[in-house]
């Protein structure tokens, strides 16, 4: 997993994300091949989330941690977590 913020990076710099709610704390970036958009989630320290997003980087099991600063976004860096999927 990695960390991110709105307008920190890519997209369209809206700080919404790819299904229209804002980006932020608790939205989280997928491969929606791997788990579909709209998908219910609880992350090992994390907590609760919404499969809102894409990214270009975003491939496979690879998860990307909505934060709302940049700062809390970095603080993250790169690091294996347990994804529960809710439904």
């Known amino acids: 997993a990695t960390g991110y913020a709105p307008y920190a990076c890519g997209g369209s710099r809206t700080g919404r994300t790819a299904t229209g709610i804002k980006a932020g704390y608790g939205t989280v970036a997928v491969d929606p091949r791997y788990i579909p958009l709209g998908t219910r989630l609880y992350i090992e320290g994390y907590g609760y989330a919404i499969a809102a997003d894409t990214g270009g980087a975003i491939k496979g099991n690879r998860i990307d941690l909505g ?21």
């Open 67 to 87: 934060h709302d600063t940049y700062h809390q976004a970095k603080r993250v860096g790169m690091r294996k977590v347990k994804v529960y999927i809710l439904d």
